[in-house]
């Protein structure tokens, strides 16, 4: 196929790959992939989840909602709902700046024990009879949730997302 | 450049089975093109680093889940978009999905804040051509540009743009680079 079709007399396939070859080098100059990031995305292997049940970003609000244009509030809180088998996690994820705060409800309702896992290290709280949670104080960055619901179900450990 | 299929079935394989060694030879395959992404968004860097980080740390627990390896290179792509999508979004950028082509440029660093970077006059010259592109061409070429480079599939999931009209887009927006290209080496004489 013909990348130029259309432009009539314009430079071939050939050319534009000579180009594409020359930009490739200056991106890889001017924006190249940074060593820190390697680094991290390498030590995210040890995150491999091998205790748990995985449970499933299923819905998030900031994706799947269309807004109209002027309705959606900034302070609008965002919802998601991570699905494994025998559990349901639903988060509101509300706040700006250095410090968000994640609200949640294990489902079916029930009693249990949520560690949050963020840059400010672990921190678990027990979620209520109604299956409620809450944490103040999540940094931005990769967020996940562990949960050990009371009834023995099984820890349940959710995809990791951005607050 | 089809991707060697059978390699990438083999380090799936072996990171399911826990070898670090077959994750880092991931990382190292597709880090450049998961970058690419996120920076064709035009995301800050510190927001830029973010997505890098969780669409791996995703890929950590959907390993299992990626039946067919030579599909990885697509599911990182679309997941890097949806996470960039969503950072937008949240930033009050009203961006619908499926409609990436409508976002405009946030900040002003495109293409990159490292421009004095660039070892030669003509790195420069194609670097600030890029930059004077349109925000969709600058976005596929950006994407297209990841080091190595990612098949017209994985185009399509980052971008949210059908196979058929990557080819196109990338011909005519060469097309506008080069003009632009012109009047950088011309010194702007032909303009006044």
């Keep these: 196929m013909n990348d130029d079709a259309g432009l009539g007399g314009g430079p071939g396939a050939h050319d534009d790959d000579a180009v594409m070859a020359e930009l490739r080098q200056a991106a890889g100059q001017a924006d190249p992939l940074p060593a820190e990031s390697v680094a991290a995305a390498r030590a995210a292997f040890a995150w491999r989840t091998l205790d748990a049940e995985l449970a499933r970003l299923a819905y998030d609000s900031l994706l799947e909602d269309q807004p109209l244009a002027g309705v959606r509030g900034v302070g609008t809180p965002r919802l998601l709902t991570f699905e494994a088998a025998g559990l349901t996690v639903e988060v509101e994820a509300a706040g700006e700046g250095p410090e968000r705060r994640l609200l949640g409800q294990l489902v079916p309702p029930q009693p249990g024990r949520v560690e949050l896992r963020h840059r400010g290290g672990p921190a678990t709280v027990k979620a209520d009879g109604m299956g409620r949670f809450a944490f103040p104080g999540v940094l931005p960055g990769p967020v996940s949730l562990r949960c050990d619901p009371a009834s023995g179900a099984g820890t349940v450990c959710t995809d990791w997302f951005l607050t | ?192």
């Design chain 2, 1 to 192: 450049m089809p991707e060697d299929e059978s390699g990438v079935a083999a380090l799936v394989e072996s990171a399911r089975a826990g070898e670090s060694q077959a994750w880092d030879d991931l990382v190292a395959r597709f880090g450049g093109r998961v970058w690419a992404v996120c920076r064709a968004y035009n995301l800050s860097r510190a927001d830029a680093d973010d997505v890098f980080q969780v669409v791996w740390m995703r890929l950590v627990n959907s390993l299992d889940a990626i039946r067919e390896p030579d599909r990885l290179g697509a599911w990182l792509a679309t997941t890097a978009r949806h996470e960039c999508l969503r950072l937008l979004r949240k930033a009050g950028r009203q961006v619908p999905v499926g409609d990436e082509a409508a976002l405009d440029r946030p900040d002003d660093d495109t293409p990159g804040p490292d421009a004095g970077l660039l070892r030669t006059e003509r790195a420069a010259a194609l670097w600030t051509a890029l930059g004077a592109l349109s925000p969709e061409c600058q976005r596929l070429l950006r994407v297209m540009l990841a080091d190595p480079p990612p098949s017209y599939q994985e185009v399509s999931e980052a971008l949210g743009m059908p196979v058929g009209s990557i080819g196109p887009t990338r011909g005519r927006c060469l097309h506008h680079l080069r003009s632009k290209l012109g009047s950088i080496n011309g010194g702007g004489a032909g303009s006044n």
